[in-house]
């Protein structure tokens, strides 16, 4: 499996479901983020409109290398930091970004990095096993009444 990085758009819709578990399970435990994602999750949870969970699984990269800093700072001139911090990763290390965000879907596609989002994990989670198609087509129908909006209603024509 190609490794990923999240960002705070995927893991609020499944933190808003209280169903962070399904990324993880869809992932094996190996899904990383940022600090930046992390801050950006917790400032939610502070103003209480996010709630409160254990991100503790998810693997942490922090912007530190010589390489990253200057891709970093190219993205966050247009992308908040989080969304930045994540498209630097995945373009120094090759990764897959998860995001919902469309100008960082938009941006990781220009520069050929591989994107998913809600949707994606969600078709990952049926195919997987890791819940049914009817739980898939629930889960997201429950994300876009708390304001997920997506382009499908259904996940039926997409596996």
């Not at 709630?51 to 693997?59: E, G, H, K, S, V």
């Not at 198609?133 to 039926?156: H, R, T, V």
Request: with cysteine; proline share 2%; glycine share 6%.
């Amino acid at each position: 499996m190609v490794n990923a990085i999240v960002d705070n758009t995927v893991l609020t819709n499944f933190a808003l479901m209280k169903r962070e578990d399904i990324l993880m399970r869809v992932f094996d435990g190996l899904l990383y983020t940022t600090n930046e994602v992390l801050q950006e999750y917790e400032n939610g949870e502070k103003r209480g409109v996010l709630p409160n969970i254990d991100w503790n699984w998810l693997r942490v990269l922090n912007i530190e290398s010589d390489k990253e800093r200057p891709v970093y700072e190219r993205f966050a001139q247009r992308l908040g930091s989080g969304e930045s911090a994540c498209l630097s990763h995945a373009v120094i290390k090759h990764m897959k970004i998860l995001t919902d965000d469309l100008e960082t879907r938009s941006c990781a596609q220009r520069l050929g990095i591989s994107v998913s989002g809600t949707i994606g994990v969600l078709i990952l989670a049926v195919k997987k096993g890791i819940i049914s198609l009817e739980a898939g087509n629930k889960l997201l129908l429950d994300m876009i009444q708390n304001g997920y909006y997506s382009p499908y209603n259904s996940l039926d024509k997409l596996l």
